[in-house]
């Protein structure tokens, strides 16, 4: 089992609409958790850490469910300019696990006019 | 505010040749990490640098080396380039890994073809 799985899309949808991604990770000790995005041939750029009680940034926004090892990444009236892949990002460090951060393959969005 | 440069962006190979990509931080960040980009794998860490002085092996090393030169500076090393080695490889660096919440920010890339 992959430590991160995304759904890999691609997810075509209208500009305006509201897209949901999901992400489950398996290491229950993980601690902390992030969007990333990254556009075609360019270096992957933070959108976004997720805390416990959820966040919001804008149009986005993340939520943390810890019991059942739960990412989402919500987009509201999406952009053409939100077209890109979206990546889970994992992050584990303990005494017996070491360091990880751990990706996901990301969610690739394209938005349409 | 350069942030993260790479060096070469891009680099064509010969089977058996060795080269170093070169990577360099503006942002005193402690810690540095090589990835390699493959498609349909995602990123996979390489090697990555806690602090200055210090270097591990992350989840895929074998054919790699590093060298953590200085606190800007984390350099990647492949000694006989093999065509499985033919990637896009990420450096990135944060202000410490031991900080959870501290992000990554990664340089653009280098487009890496061995022949």
């Known amino acids: 089992r992959k430590e991160v799985e995304q759904d890999p899309g691609p997810f075509n949808v209208p500009e305006g609409a509201t897209v949901a991604f999901n992400c489950t990770y398996s290491?229950?000790?993980?601690?902390?958790f992030f969007w990333y995005r990254q556009d075609c041939r360019k270096e992957p750029k933070l959108l976004m850490s997720?805390?416990?009680s959820g966040n919001e940034d804008g149009r986005f926004t993340a939520q943390l469910n810890r019991a059942s090892q739960y990412i989402s990444l919500l987009i509201r009236d999406s952009k053409l300019s939100d077209s890109a892949t979206y990546l889970c990002?994992?992050?584990?460090?303990?005494?017996?696990?070491?360091?990880?951060?751990?990706f996901g393959k990301g969610t690739s969005l394209l938005v349409t006019p | 505010n350069a942030g993260v440069t790479q060096t070469p962006k891009f680099q064509v190979l010969k089977t058996g040749q060795s080269m170093t990509l070169q990577c360099a931080q503006d942002?005193?960040?402690?810690?540095m990490y090589w990835y390699r980009q493959d498609p349909g794998m995602g990123l996979r860490l390489i090697y990555y640098?806690?602090?200055?002085?210090?270097?591990d092996k992350g989840e895929v090393p074998n054919g790699y080396n590093v060298s953590r030169l200085n606190k800007r500076e984390f350099s990647l090393r492949l000694e006989s380039a093999a065509p499985s080695q033919t990637s896009v490889y990420f450096c990135?660096?944060?202000?410490?890994?031991?900080?959870?919440?501290?992000?990554?920010?990664f340089g653009d890339g280098t487009r890496l073809s061995i022949l």
């Open positions: 990002v994992v992050k584990l460090l303990n005494s017996n696990s070491g360091y990880a951060l751990n």
């Open positions: 942002m005193n960040h402690n810690s």
């Open positions: 990135a660096s944060s202000e410490g890994l031991y900080y959870s919440n501290q992000p990554q920010h």
């Open positions: 997720v805390y416990s």
């Open positions: 290491n229950s000790a993980s601690q902390s």
């Open positions: 640098s806690a602090s200055e002085g210090t270097t």
